[in-house]
């Protein structure tokens, strides 16, 4: 590579900006290949030879271009483009002529002509083949899904021509632009973008892969668990609102521009990002009462009590939100999303089944006990933890603990009450079909809004069994809403019991045990071709070794394992492979580094849990280990939780009554059952391989760091643990098939990697008004969102390989790529500039090989005194300390936010100087970070500029070959580390060095790290309703019906449109002001007109909006107008508000107006709609001949303005229904408008 300036001896390619000051390390043998800031530090900072190389400019506008010779830019992992249009079609008019012409004696009509323009066009992305495109932004505005449709052509090298250009430019006069990703975009209207072209960007994934490297994690996770498992909407596939009082609405799981129900967006980003997988379990949640198993009931619960679903209410076993419980709140709120509603469940399973998912559903129990719960805790606490983990259910008083029942028939009883008795033929399909009921406004709506207008009826499972909450209550309802949703792959019976399964009855039975075999025979019943398994914890899979001191040993779980009705053994892997401590001082040092692959990967059949264990917490932290052996039978795998092949593999002899060996061996054969990872992860946080199973949350008593971890982010760890775990059990000769069923012992194919979430990315984790653990995101084992993410490693080694450098070691490098953009025509060596200074990678020629690695990694060669050469008349030791004018005294990172909307950032860094000014310094780089990362490169460069003052000359012997550029030396009699900058070979090796430390590549703890994203709130559908009034003012037009509408948000105003068919709507009125509706609590009396009514007050709920207090005198005059009744056929009264009042119930008395509407003497039902007339309360009134036709069965239209929260229209259709007068509307979403008053289509 001619820019690669390399001599024969060794060279280093500087990996923080800046050259010698700030990182940038230089040699004489060979040129230094640096990452530079540009020229705003002086060249000396470079090192020896080392050039200022102009490189890493972001682009800042992401403007579209349409010029030849422009670059096409290359990009890794997930980056914002605009991309270069490529090519077009001519703009295309299209007029349309509406009016002219009279009849019957009537005046001529003007004659409208519309003119409208489209175009077609074709955008390149970028050069390589890309995974998917996410996100679309038009003139900066994110867009809806497929709210502009395109053609997606992934830049492979046999794409063949667009169809719609090969027919414009002729056919062979198509190019395929192969090896380039670009979209074509078919017959765009340009209306709704000004009558141009908008500047369109794309979110765009492009992989990286390097022949001898471990592939991404993208490329090697077969399948995922599907999470959180709560949200009382979160897995239904159809847009689900809730309904306040007075018909205002928000969204309960739209929460992207997308517009799409979270869970479809979160399918679409794992099917198009994670192309390898082809399986989910789907996790959803009942809520425990107690970790007594004699206590404890499992329910499912609401978050609250006073909104429900629009489209279908909440319904879970019978029970409906007003039967349920609440949740234990926590806050402004509960303290977990509440159980996902059944429709919500089959819809979600009939959806992953469509997309050709195998589905594993997986049953979670989460306990709910917060703070002063009081209740007894069986571990022997004053009171039972906060949110504990499920494991620890156990009995009345914990086994090990003075009084425990364990080992008693009382164990068992209590075992049995947990279980219950429900069966499967206690629970049946049947269907909710609605109707007008009481006729209420509410089942009014829920039926009118049901699906696109349509009555339908809603499958609902029915239980008949005991009047119990019992765990098989629990399971068997899962079942059978899982056979409802047409059947899944899989079925787990329980997860991580590892508490309950180790309780034992009388003569050391596992109650537990039997009883969930029983209950996978009840499960097989009602899923006949689903495989039927139970997912132990990795402590609780190979058997149970009381700590008693008896020496016993349990295969208690084997009868369940070997039961017939049970198809896999389940894991739940979350086996520690590491034990990674910082410093050079502790045991496995030798392997340079807690992230490399090998280390973990010897650490799976190896290590902690398979060759030793600590005895003891004082023995971890001296690292005293203790070897595992079985001295007595030789079958060391018995104690080794690792041994998985050895467990599988072997015959079970239990040690009973003092450790004596059982001669016969338990049911389990070898390799009766495959093995599934139920459950398997790691926490992206410092050290996470050190203990997978732990996580961070505030709330939770289960909340821990990883041993010996520093508590900060890294998502570099998560990486190298799904590459080491995968890869490792891909081998064929570590993953043996056995003979009896063909398969291999483990099922990588149905092994879930925790977790991918159901809220979509980046939506969660960033809007924190919505959910309330996007913190926890940060550090926890979400893949979502860094599935995009590549090793550093495999994108160096993609640009070495483009350049044709054969000869490169990138194994001394970790970390991840978030995203890599590069924009020009450039050099390799300018290519990798960014990344170097960025990482704080190192890189150098040694022996002719170019190796890259960490600088914090680099080593440390220690130099006696004596071994110093003088020269000539040089000093032995020379050392320089450059003025303090020359600091560098604030830095500032420029780079591109990674997870939000990609916006331009600045990571800052400053420090005071004596000298009274500061010299600021910018970098650029075109890398997608965190908004820590940016900070701790800035506070980094910093730290080095400051260091970087100081350099020295020496020479050594030329015996001391085992010195190299990048490495440190510690020299004796002189303070601190250095960085070997520049080396020459004479009759001594010359050296220049630059003071370092290797703490300032350890961040600071950043506050947050979330992306500062504006929370997106759906719009809600328009809740309109006419009413067909007396006249109120005398002004009216008295065939014109009265209009109310609300929204909540409202979207600044409502354009209402008429037609007398479904086509050629005209503007009739705008609504810039909502309704205040209400649900009526109480009775409307009947009552003689003309009179002060002091009867019975009528009580109102209200949505939203504030009531203002009026004196008697206006409201004779008018004011306070409120009408109430169900829309169509509505009474209407006066109501006066003592002293104004909230938007909560409100006592008011009622004066009957001369304009009251009679209902015979007939009370008004509770359940009314109420509503309040505001200030400039819209009238049907442009005319006789729309009143008409809207009597004749037109359609009204109402549509939001643009600039408002929801830009995307409501379609009003008629109800036939509903008469006389204009008919009470169902809504129905149409394509989104940012046109002020564009008509919906």
């Keep these: 590579m001619a820019t690669l300036v390399l001599g024969a001896l060794g060279a280093t390619i500087g990996g923080s900006i800046g050259g010698s000051v700030l990182g940038l390390s230089g040699a004489v043998i060979g040129r230094a290949i640096g990452a530079t800031v540009g020229r705003a530090i002086d060249q000396r900072v470079l090192g020896g030879g080392a050039e200022v190389v102009e490189t890493g400019r972001i682009d800042r506008f992401r403007l579209s271009t349409a010029s030849e010779g422009n670059p096409i830019p290359r990009i890794v992992g997930r980056m914002r483009v605009a991309g270069q249009v490529i090519w077009s079609t001519p703009f295309e008019e299209t007029v349309n002529t509406s009016g002219g012409g009279g009849g019957k004696g009537g005046p001529s009509q003007p004659q409208v002509k519309e003119y409208s323009y489209s175009v077609s066009l074709a955008i390149a992305l970028c050069e390589g083949e890309i995974l998917r495109i996410g996100r679309v932004w038009a003139d900066g505005r994110e867009l809806a899904l497929d709210e502009v449709p395109f053609r997606l052509y992934r830049g492979s090298e046999d794409q ?319 079942a059978s809403l899982c056979a409802a949703a047409g059947g899944v792959e899989a079925f787990c019976i329980g997860s991580e019991m590892r508490g309950l399964t180790q309780i034992r009855g009388t003569g050391d039975t596992f109650p537990a045990v039997d009883q969930l075999r029983d209950l996978a025979a009840e499960v097989k019943k009602i899923l006949p071709d689903a495989k039927i398994g139970y997912a132990a914890d990795w402590s609780e899979y190979f058997g149970y070794h009381p700590q008693d001191g008896s020496g016993d040993v349990f295969f208690h779980l084997d009868p369940l394992w070997a039961d017939p009705n049970i198809d896999f053994v389940g894991i739940d892997n979350y086996m520690p492979l ?351 970070l965190t908004a820590a990362e940016g900070i701790a490169i800035a506070e ?22 085992n010195v190299a550029a990048g490495d440190h030396l510690v020299i004796e009699g002189l303070e601190g580390r250095w960085r070997v900058d520049r080396l020459e070979e004479g009759s001594a090796r010359r050296i220049d060095a630059t003071r370092t430390d290797p703490s300032v590549f350890h961040p600071s703890r950043p506050a947050s790290d979330l992306s500062r994203v504006k929370p997106y709130r759906a719009g809600a559908p328009l809740a309109p309703i006419f009413m067909d009034l007396p006249l109120l003012t005398g002004s009216e037009s008295p065939h014109a019906p009265h209009l109310a509408v609300a929204a909540r948000p409202w979207p600044g105003s409502v354009a209402a449109l008429s037609s007398a068919e479904e086509a050629g709507y005209i503007s009739d009125t705008i609504v810039r002001a909502p309704a205040m509706l209400g649900v009526s609590e109480t009775l409307l009396v009947p009552a003689a007109p003309g009179v002060w009514d002091r009867g019975p007050a009528l009580r109102v709920r209200f949505g939203s909006g504030q009531l203002s207090r009026r004196s008697e005198a206006a409201l004779l005059a008018g004011a306070n107008v409120a009408a109430i009744g169900l829309g169509f056929r509505p009474g209407l009264g006066d109501f006066p508000v003592p002293g104004g009042g909230s938007n909560r119930s409100r006592s008011v008395g009622a004066f009957d107006a001369p304009a009251r509407t009679e209902r015979n003497g007939a009370f008004g039902p509770k359940g009314w709609l109420a509503y309040w007339q505001p200030r400039d309360d819209p009238r049907w009134d442009g005319g006789t001949s729309k009143c008409r036709a809207g009597h004749g069965g037109a359609a009204a239209q109402l549509c939001n303005r643009a600039g408002a929260v929801r830009d995307r229209p409501s379609r009003l259709q008629a109800d036939p229904n509903h008469a006389p007068g204009c008919r009470t509307p169902s809504l129905r979403t149409r394509s989104p408008s940012d046109d002020a008053r564009r008509r919906c289509p």
């Design 160 to 478: 063949l021509p667009d169809a719609l250009i090969e027919a414009v430019e002729g056919e062979r006069n198509a190019p395929a632009y192969r090896g380039v990703a670009y979209v074509v975009i078919e017959d765009l209207q340009l209306g709704p973008f000004g009558n141009r072209v908008p500047q369109f960007n794309f979110e765009v994934v492009r992989t990286s892969r390097a022949a001898g490297e471990v592939p991404a994690p993208q490329d090697l996770v077969q399948g995922v668990a599907m999470m959180p498992g709560t949200g009382e909407f979160a897995l239904s596939t159809e847009r689900v609102d809730y309904a306040a009082s007075g018909l205002t609405t928000r969204s309960a799981n739209v929460h992207s521009a997308a517009e799409v129900p979270d869970l479809q967006l979160s399918l679409r980003n794992l099917r198009e990002e994670a192309p390898q997988v082809k399986s989910s379990s789907l996790i959803v949640s009942w809520f425990g009462s107690d970790l007594r198993v004699g206590e404890c009931e499992l329910k499912p619960k609401v978050e609250q009590s006073g909104e429900d679903g629009v489209q279908f209410p909440w319904k879970v076993s019978n029970l409906t939100r007003s039967t349920a419980e609440i949740l234990a709140q926590q806050g402004n709120g509960a303290v977990y999303g509440g159980t996902p509603s059944d429709l919500s469940v089959m819809q979600a399973i009939a959806a992953m089944n469509d997309d050709g998912m195998d589905v594993t559903f997986y049953p979670f129990i989460l306990m709910e006990q917060l703070a002063g719960n009081n209740l007894p805790d069986p571990y022997g606490a004053a009171e039972q933890p906060v949110l504990p983990w499920r494991g620890r259910i156990t009995t009345s008083v914990a086994p090990g603990f003075e009084g425990s029942p364990d080992r008693s028939e009382a164990a068992s009883q209590e075992v049995a009450q947990f279980f219950g008795a429900a069966a499967a033929s206690d629970f049946a399909l049947d269907y909710d079909r609605p109707d007008f009921g009481d006729g209420s406004a509410g089942a009014i709506i829920r039926a009118i809004v049901a699906s696109d207008g349509q009555l339908r009826s809603i499958p609902k499972i029915v239980y008949s069994g005991p009047e119990e909450w019992s765990y098989r209550r629990f399971i068997l309802h899962q």
């Design 578 to 928: 590491s034990d990674w401590r910082d410093g050079k001082s502790h045991l496995d040092q030798s392997w340079g580094s807690g992230h490399d692959i090998g280390y973990l990967q010897a650490n799976i059949e190896g290590g902690e849990g398979y060759d030793w264990f600590y005895g003891s917490p004082e023995a971890r932290d001296g690292q005293r280990r203790t070897p595992i052996v079985d001295d007595a039978h030789g079958e060391d795998w018995v104690f080794r939780y690792k041994d998985i092949r050895n467990w599988w593999g072997s015959y079970h002899h239990e040690r009973r009554g003092g450790g004596v060996r059982i001669p016969e061996p338990t049911g389990w054969e070898p390799g009766l059952k495959p093995i599934r990872f139920t459950e398997y992860g790691c926490a992206a946080i410092d050290k996470g391989a050190n203990q997978p199973n732990v996580f961070l949350d505030p709330k939770s008593s289960e909340s821990f760091l990883p041993h010996y971890s520093n508590g900060l982010r890294d998502d570099a760890m998560q990486m190298q643990y799904i590459r080491a775990l995968t890869t490792y059990w891909q081998r064929a000769d570590r993953n043996p098939v056995f003979e009896l069923y063909g398969k291999e012992m483990l099922d990588l194919s149905h092994s879930f990697l925790w977790a991918w979430d159901a809220r979509p990315w980046p939506t969660f984790p960033n809007d924190q008004e919505t959910w309330s653990d996007g913190e926890n995101y940060l550090t926890g084992h979400w893949w979502s969102g860094r599935s995009a993410s590549l090793p550093l490693s495999t994108v160096i080694a993609e640009i070495c390989i483009a350049a044709g450098i054969s000869r490169f070691d990138v194994s001394g490098v970790r970390g991840i790529v978030r995203g890599y953009a590069m924009n020009d025509v450039q050099t390799a060596r300018a290519d990798l500039q960014p990344l170097l200074f960025a990482y704080g990678v190192e890189a150098a020629e040694i022996g002719g090989e170019l190796r890259f690695y960490m600088r914090a990694d680099a080593n440390d060669i220690v130099v006696p005194g004596e071994k110093l050469v003088r020269e000539g008349e040089t000093p032995i030791l020379e050392e320089v300390r450059s003025p303090d004018p020359e600091i560098v005294g604030q830095v500032r990172v420029h780079h591109i936010e990674s997870d939000g909307r990609f916006d331009l950032r600045v990571g800052e860094a400053g420090q005071l100087v004596r000298s009274g000014f500061v010299q600021v310094t910018d970098t650029e780089l075109p890398v997608s």
């Design 940 to 961: 980094r460069y910093l730290a080095e500029s400051r260091l970087g003052r100081e350099t020295i000359s020496l020479r050594l012997p030329p015996s001391w070959r």
